[in-house]
């Protein structure tokens, strides 16, 4: 059964920086892409990030310029480094594959941008 555990979220003001981590389990996903999401109320869950097999990365517009996300195939993980994070920034994020699995979704990691 696949797992995938995000961690890194927090409290953060504007401009600040965090970095989220994605470990899977239960499956290899070294030839999988790669992605993140989030989610806030009342809206639909965006796509923020993904990055194929040989690390090619691609963004939404409203992260390109800000967002990073790489991998680390022999630690079956994944990141998302947040950089000049926006209030608008703050939602659940989750990791999964693109195309998304139903089955792999977590508990995600809250993002909270605020001064």
């Known amino acids: 059964q696949v797992h995938l555990a995000e961690s890194g979220g927090g409290l953060v003001q504007p401009g600040g920086s965090l970095r989220l981590s994605c470990v899977g389990t239960?499956?290899?996903?070294?030839?999988?892409?790669l992605a993140w999401y989030r989610q806030t109320p009342g809206r639909e869950r965006e796509r923020v990030a993904f990055?194929?097999?040989?690390?090619?990365?691609s963004y939404a517009r409203s992260v390109e310029g800000r967002f990073t996300i790489s991998r680390d195939n022999a630690k079956n993980a994944w990141y998302l480094q947040m950089n000049s994070l926006k209030s608008e920034d703050t939602a659940v994020y989750y990791c999964?594959?693109?195309?998304?699995?139903?089955?792999?979704w977590g508990q995600g990691t809250q993002v909270t941008v605020s001064s």
């Open positions: 999964n594959t693109f195309p998304l699995k139903e089955e792999y």
């Open positions: 990055i194929g097999p040989s690390g090619t990365p």
């Open positions: 239960g499956s290899v996903f070294s030839k999988s892409i």
